[in-house]
């Protein structure tokens, strides 16, 4: 479709309507990126960046630092908290590609992550800056473990889902409170831009909560996001695949997480 919204076609009786999708997948394409930095990075930035984020669907803007590149580590067997995380092939979902310089199975001790995150604001003004390392600081993290999934859909009543991949990453903090704190926070921003609907809800995990993409969207993939906390432990979920999306998939695979963390035995 060739449109310059520069120049409406003057024939045209009645001006053209736009396509929703369009603004609507650039602004989830920013979320997917911010909550991607909010995750490694951490801190209180999110709900600082809602404040200031453009939240007009035709013309989103994320302003985001880069984090630097870590090196990977040779595979090895899945020790602490990486030992909680849900291990490949369950429920069918395989290895899935890389989450950006991390791998698709990477763990971070709570140096390495408190280190990462404070590199991640290295673009930030130097007052607000030194703010959130110091909020970076009272966070106490101790270690993050994230893993990749991929799966190829399942059958259901209506026929098969399509593809989609999820990324789960566990965050540890020796501060329950700012565990609750990040999780509601980020549940927060998502809820604060109007742009996703309420996704489903997780049996057993009252704290859990996920977001979607509205139903009529025209675009041909879906997304989701979810936030949650067991413990001393945040949980946060990326799920991205071709429609119809495998929502109760992706619902289970989360399940699953959480209650390997909260079951005695389970979990480290």
């Not at 966070?139 to 059958?155: D, K, L």
């Not at 413990?231 to 699953?256: N, Y």
């Amino acid at each position: 479709m060739n449109e310059d919204p520069q120049e409406p076609d003057p024939s045209a009786s009645e001006p053209t309507e736009k396509r929703p999708g369009r603004g609507r997948r650039a602004v989830v394409i920013g979320c997917g990126a911010l909550l991607a930095v909010t995750v490694v990075a951490g801190s209180g930035y999110t709900v600082m960046t809602v404040n200031g984020a453009d939240r007009d669907p035709g013309a989103p803007v994320w302003t985001l630092p880069e984090a630097a590149p870590v090196k990977k580590a040779p595979a090895a067997k899945a020790t602490g908290l990486a030992q909680a995380l849900v291990p490949f092939e369950s429920d069918g979902w395989s290895r899935g590609p890389d989450i950006g310089e991390f791998g698709s199975d990477a763990t971070l001790s709570g140096s390495e992550a408190t280190a990462l995150r404070k590199e991640s604001l290295a673009g930030l003004p130097r007052s607000e800056r030194k703010e959130l390392e110091k909020e970076i600081d009272r966070r106490r993290i101790t270690g993050i473990a994230m893993r990749n999934y991929a799966g190829t859909g399942t059958f259901t009543s209506d026929g098969t889902t399509g593809s989609a991949t999820v990324t789960i990453v566990l965050a540890r903090m020796e501060n329950r409170s700012a565990v609750r704190s990040m999780a509601d926070g980020q549940n927060e921003f998502f809820e604060a831009l109007d742009v996703f609907r309420e996704g489903p809800r997780i049996k057993g995990h009252k704290d859990a909560r996920c977001f979607r993409l509205p139903g009529e969207s025209d675009d041909d993939l879906d997304m989701m996001f979810c936030a949650a906390h067991e413990g001393d432990v945040l949980v946060t979920v990326t799920a991205d695949g071709v429609r119809p999306f495998d929502t109760k998939g992706v619902s289970a695979l989360l399940t699953e997480q959480l209650n390997r963390i909260a079951e005695p035995g389970r979990s480290v």
